[in-house]
């Protein structure tokens, strides 16, 4: 009875040494990657001239761009997306979805070419990884646009309080949520090691691809250098966003009727070949060994993915 009490103690003093110690090492790097995230670019110590206006020529870049810039312009994605991954485990997982899909394409009994079906199912699944990342920054993206009025609001009362820009900006980043508090304790963290704010604006800039986010970075540099209310000018830019929001809502909901007709002419016929394949898996056999069967395959897939892009660009309006 002794022997069993005493190996239930160790055993109970084990794991609660075991779980202080994986706590202690996650808090550990969780400090350490804040200090990383604030130092990767306080050690950047050339000047540059800072545009933070929009550049029309921006995005007239090379028609094919080389691997290094599809590599780079994924890094950049990543990193906006705010998840913590690294280019390794993006492919990674999108070799694993590709080996995924084609095992799936070669094991489903569809009546077609088994490298067309291990092709589609393998680029399909491979292309999940990427578009989470999207559909990530995306929200990321979108939730620091509507913190954005708030946080310009908090910025012009503090200073209206006569407090200092840079301890504006410090009360903001402690009081605003994640995940625009996060980049204003960045933009902050820079400024108090030293970092010029021409600099640390620019990299708030880059970090935030918002024009609402240039906007005040551009706000905040002409004042330093022509003088003015700033936080007047932070309240009218407050007033200006929220604005735009409500417009965006009216824009968005007359243009819902096209978004749900786009949708449903591109998934129709789809869902119909599928379920033919799956009702009747001989009738659409002469579609794939057929030379005009194929033909008239790829001309319809081309006339869906053009229909889809049209409707989209009308819809689209950009406010």
């Given amino acids: 009875?002794?022997?069993?009490?005493?190996i239930t103690f160790l055993v109970v003093l084990g794991a609660i040494m075991l779980s202080v110690s994986s706590g202690l090492r996650y808090f550990e790097a969780k400090r350490r990657k804040q200090l990383v995230s604030v130092l990767r670019t306080v050690s950047e110590q050339e000047e540059e001239h800072v545009d933070l206006l929009m550049n029309p020529d921006e995005k007239q870049g090379e028609i094919l761009p080389g691997p290094?810039?599809?590599i780079a312009k994924i890094a950049v994605l990543i990193s906006e997306s705010g998840l913590d991954w690294k280019m390794a485990k993006l492919g990674m997982l999108s070799g694993g979805g590709f080996t995924i899909g084609c095992v799936l394409g070669a094991l489903i009994p569809f009546q077609s070419p088994v490298v067309l079906k291990c092709l589609v199912f393998g680029c399909g699944l491979a292309w999940l990884p990427m578009m989470y990342v999207r559909k990530a920054r995306t929200k990321r993206l979108d939730e620091m646009e509507a913190q954005l009025p708030d946080a310009l609001d908090f910025l012009a009362r503090s200073m209206r309080a006569g407090?200092?820009?840079?301890?504006?900006?410090?009360m903001v980043g402690d009081e605003m949520a994640d995940p625009l508090g996060q980049e204003f304790r960045a933009l902050f963290n820079e400024q108090n090691l030293g970092a010029p704010l021409e600099r640390?604006?620019?990299?708030f800039s880059k970090r935030v691809p918002l024009a609402d986010i240039r906007f005040f970075s551009s706000a905040v540099l002409l004042q330093r250098q022509t003088g003015g209310n700033l936080g007047e000018v932070l309240g009218r830019l407050s007033h200006i966003i929220r604005e735009r929001f409500r417009l965006k809502g009216q824009v968005k909901a007359t243009s819902a009727h096209g978004r749900l007709t786009a949708t449903i002419l591109?998934?129709?016929?789809?869902?119909?070949?599928?379920?033919?394949?799956v009702v009747s898996p001989g009738y659409l056999s002469p579609m794939w060994t057929d030379p005009v069967g194929r033909k008239l395959v790829m001309f319809g897939i081309?006339?869906?993915?053009?229909g889809n892009l049209v409707i989209r660009k009308i819809i689209k309006i950009r406010v």
């Fill in 1 to 6: 009875m002794i022997a069993l009490v005493v």
């Fill in 68 to 70: 290094d810039q599809v």
């Fill in 163 to 170: 407090h200092a820009f840079t301890i504006s900006l410090e």
């Fill in 200 to 203: 640390s604006l620019l990299n």
């Fill in 266 to 277: 591109t998934l129709l016929p789809i869902a119909t070949l599928g379920g033919l394949m």
């Fill in 302 to 306: 081309t006339c869906i993915l053009v």
